[in-house]
């Protein structure tokens, strides 16, 4: 069974462009968060979508967004990129989502440098 | 506010020796644990979890050992490997909750 998986794995942006990231759940799982880690700030997280509807959010600001495709399949954007953005964006799967305990399994990760 | 947290930051065994890395958390509603591993560059890898209602999970050379007496939890890693360097994150999830890590401990396996 294939893993979770993220696209693009590595990318530059200059400040205040806009990126667009990629993933691609387990087989058979509903449930996909995004995770922001920095070494600063550790691993954060962003937001969780089941069944294409956002469930559950972190403390992040309204540049950071998200969905869901009826395959499950998800994005993240973030518009109006700042430094601070730069970090490994990290998508997690699961079959019903962390608040019903499931086990959420990660991808490797999309890393985003902002110059 | 509640969180979870870990006692080292760092850690540093001889191969062949056990490793145990602690972690500590707060919100006594917490219901399930995680630890995960993750390799430099790489996404966390999932090593074992543990519902609130269990004290003991083992798993291939690893045991969690959880104490809600005293909201602590560790893992255990037996004979300790060089493939087993890595930052080890634990995880809680309570209940109508998202999940919250550790800030992580970092293994170095010395040969």
């Known amino acids: 069974k294939a893993g979770v998986t993220q696209t693009p794995r590595y990318l530059i942006k200059t400040r205040g462009q806009q990126v667009t990231l990629s993933c691609s759940p387990i087989?058979?799982?509903?449930?996909v968060s995004w995770y922001q880690q920095t070494p600063g700030q550790g691993l954060q997280f962003l937001f969780e979508?089941?069944?294409?509807?956002?469930?559950n959010k972190g403390n992040f600001p309204g540049r950071f967004s998200g969905r869901q495709f009826s395959n499950s399949r998800s994005e993240m954007n973030v518009s109006t990129l700042e430094l601070g953005d730069s970090a490994l964006y990290l998508c997690?799967?699961?079959?019903?989502?962390?608040?019903?305990?499931?086990?959420?399994?990660f991808g490797e990760g999309s890393w985003l440098t902002v110059v | 506010g509640e969180s979870v947290g870990l006692h080292l930051p760092t850690l540093s065994v001889q191969e062949g020796d056990n490793s145990i890395i602690n972690c500590a958390y707060s919100?006594?509603?917490?219901?399930?644990f995680i630890w995960y591993k993750q390799e430099s560059g790489k996404g966390p890898q999932f090593i074992i979890d543990?519902?609130?209602?269990?004290d003991k999970r083992q798993g291939q050379r690893v045991t969690v050992l959880l104490n809600k007496t005293v909201k602590h939890l560790s893992l255990q890693i037996a004979a300790t490997q060089p493939g087993d360097s890595a930052v080890y994150f634990c995880?809680?999830?309570?209940?109508?909750?998202?999940?919250?890590f550790g800030a992580g401990t970092r293994l170095t396996v010395k040969p």
């Open positions: 997690a799967s699961s079959l019903l989502g962390m608040q019903n305990g499931n086990t959420i399994y």
């Open positions: 087989s058979g799982h509903r449930s």
């Open positions: 979508y089941f069944s294409e509807t956002q469930r």
């Open positions: 919100n006594s509603a917490s219901d399930y």
């Open positions: 543990i519902r609130s209602n269990m």
């Open positions: 995880a809680e999830n309570v209940e109508n909750n998202d999940m919250r």
